[in-house]
């Protein structure tokens, strides 16, 4: 066999015995700082926090009943003062729901 196959075939069965198979032909000195700096995976949630305690302030209400478009994450993640989330609740991103009714 030659020393290419025999290089394909160990990588292989380190491959299979390694949990971690992205890490595959990184070096041997590959820390943790190292892969969560490198390989982190994308946010896809945006945080806004601020936004939402913004707007129930502005409403007059609890976090919990605010809604926030996500379909506009992006543009109500950029809005960052009372005037800018005034905006939006007139805009009609940001609204605050009904009370919900207990039916008994």
């Not at 595959?24 to 943790?32: D, S």
């Not at 490198?38 to 809604?67: E, T, V, Y």
Request: one cysteine or more; proline letters at 5%; glycine letters at 4%.
């Amino acid at each position: 066999r030659s020393r290419l196959a025999i290089a394909v075939t160990e990588r292989a069965a380190d491959a299979v015995t390694d949990s971690r198979p992205w890490l595959q032909g990184l070096g041997p000195k590959l820390n943790r700082s190292c892969f969560r700096s490198h390989f982190a995976p994308p946010r896809l949630n945006m945080s806004m926090k601020l936004q939402k305690r913004l707007a129930a302030s502005i409403k007059d209400c609890g976090k919990g009943r605010i809604w926030l478009d996500p379909n506009e994450a992006n543009e109500i993640s950029m809005a960052n003062s009372r005037f800018n989330v005034r905006k939006l609740i007139k805009d009609g991103l940001i609204i605050r729901k009904a009370v919900k009714m207990h039916s008994r």
